[in-house]
């Protein structure tokens, strides 16, 4: 499989970036926050998503990515959108309106190396990302894998922004 290189951008980029972790399913409010975000630190968006499902095996001069699938049975049809196809559709819908210019990278691998790597690369203000996702499945894959803030505030030297999903502001568990 072979993934293009970073997706153009949309709107004029500024001086300095906001990466945001974007996964499938998330919360429309929580991508309009990390634009809304960008947007008052005059900062562009790189949204970046770290495809579980496959690995990358080469970078090639032109930017695009050779990448196999983990589990090489798990390969779908060719006809269906991949992942990141469906991903970078959500957040074109999502972030149509966008105070800030923004643009969508894919990547492989953890998602805090992956957030990580991508802020070295465009020498981000800081990375941002959602909390958890709610459910069981979520819950246990934190416990299973870690933390991504905490991995992030533990082993790079930017600021680590947490965005709350609005369901978050109306838990009766208060700190």
Known sequence: MSSGPDR???GDPTGSCLVFGAIPGQDP??????????????????CVWSDP?????????????????????????PDRPTGEEMLFAQLEKT?????????????????????HEAAEEVDAVAIAIGTRQPGFGSWAAEKIDGSVAARLAHHQHRPVILIPRPDDEQSEERP
């Open 8 to 10: 153009p951008w949309h």
């Open 29 to 46: 409010h929580v991508v309009r926050a990390a634009a809304a975000l960008a947007a008052r630190m005059q900062s562009s968006l790189v």
């Open 53 to 77: 499902a496959n690995i990358i095996v080469r970078r090639n001069p032109d930017g695009s990515v050779d990448t196999v699938p983990t589990d090489p049975d798990g390969v779908g049809d």
């Open 95 to 115: 972030l149509a309106a966008s105070p800030a210019p923004w643009r969508f990278h894919y990547a492989t691998g953890t998602p805090a190396r992956a957030l």
